[in-house]
């Protein structure tokens, strides 16, 4: 199997990165959302375009990864500063968020997560973010595990999201300052985290 690339997408990545992540959800959350939402996700024509638009107006610490392996992206994650978007400070420390994480169904397993995440991680510490954080579906019992092997630790804090009609409780995860992550080589890449491309976001949409 070929080795994972990890670089920064462009704006011909954007098509790919929509169907990617609408075929990640609906394999993902089947039976978690309601079908007719999962099906109803768009990826035409004036959907990509709507979206290279949003991602060309990105401000330069908004940042859209790729995961590529044998010339076709298998994953991608964003990430920037923690919502909101104003830079703002929470316990005396300026913190980033990893937004989402996505991967295709057929890559899943395939050691693409764990390099994503650094990548993403490590790009919000080059933009001065001394922690990162993410919200992850607490049902979401295989993406917890994931980014608990990474390191990330739940916070305590958490929300409820609608999607599709559907209220589901999320969970706040957390880098620890300071801590070195071990990260293994090869593990499962989680389920994707609700919020869409390309930023700004809006959680659920």
Same mark, same amino acid.
């Given at each position: 199997?070929?080795?994972?690339?990890?670089?920064?997408?462009?704006?011909?990545?954007?098509?790919?990165?929509?169907?990617?992540?609408?075929?990640?959800?609906?394999?993902?959350?089947?039976?978690?959302?309601?079908?007719?939402?999962?099906?109803?996700?768009?990826?035409?024509?004036?959907?990509?375009?709507?979206?290279?638009?949003?991602?060309?107006?990105?401000?330069?610490?908004?940042? @859209?990864? !790729?995961? #590529?392996?044998?010339? &076709?992206?298998? /994953? =991608?994650?964003?990430?920037?500063?923690? *919502? +909101? $978007?104003?830079?703002?400070?929470?316990?005396?420390?300026?913190?980033?968020?990893?937004?989402?994480?996505?991967?295709?169904?057929?890559?899943?397993?395939?050691?693409?997560?764990?390099?994503?995440?650094?990548?993403?991680?490590?790009?919000?510490?080059?933009?001065?973010?001394?922690?990162?954080? @993410?919200? !992850?579906? #607490?049902?979401?019992? &295989?993406?917890? /595990? =994931?980014?608990?092997?990474?390191?990330? *630790? +739940? $916070?305590?804090?958490?929300?409820?999201?609608?999607?599709?009609?559907?209220?589901?409780?999320?969970?706040?995860?957390?880098?620890?300052?300071?801590?070195?992550?071990?990260?293994?080589?090869?593990?499962?890449?989680?389920?994707?985290?609700?919020?869409?491309?390309?930023?700004?976001?809006?959680?659920?949409?």
């Amino acid at each position: 199997m070929h080795e994972v690339e990890i670089r920064d997408a462009t704006a011909a990545d954007i098509g790919p990165v929509r169907r990617l992540r609408a075929a990640s959800w609906q394999a993902a959350y089947a039976g978690i959302l309601p079908p007719v939402y999962l099906e109803a996700m768009d990826t035409g024509p004036e959907e990509i375009a709507r979206a290279v638009r949003g991602f060309l107006r990105n401000p330069p610490d908004r940042h @859209l990864l !790729v995961a #590529e392996r044998g010339g &076709r992206i298998v /994953a =991608f994650a964003n990430c920037g500063p923690e *919502r +909101p $978007t104003i830079a703002h400070l929470r316990g005396g420390v300026l913190r980033g968020e990893v937004y989402a994480l996505y991967a295709h169904p057929d890559a899943w397993s395939t050691g693409a997560g764990a390099p994503l995440l650094t990548a993403a991680l490590e790009r919000l510490r080059a933009d001065g973010r001394e922690q990162s954080v @993410l919200w !992850v579906l #607490e049902a979401n019992a &295989r993406a917890r /595990a =994931f980014y608990e092997r990474q390191g990330l *630790r +739940p $916070t305590g804090e958490r929300t409820t999201i609608r999607l599709g009609g559907a209220l589901l409780p999320e969970l706040e995860y957390a880098t620890v300052p300071g801590a070195e992550r071990v990260v293994s080589q090869r593990t499962e890449l989680p389920a994707p985290l609700p919020a869409p491309i390309p930023i700004p976001i809006r959680r659920g949409a």
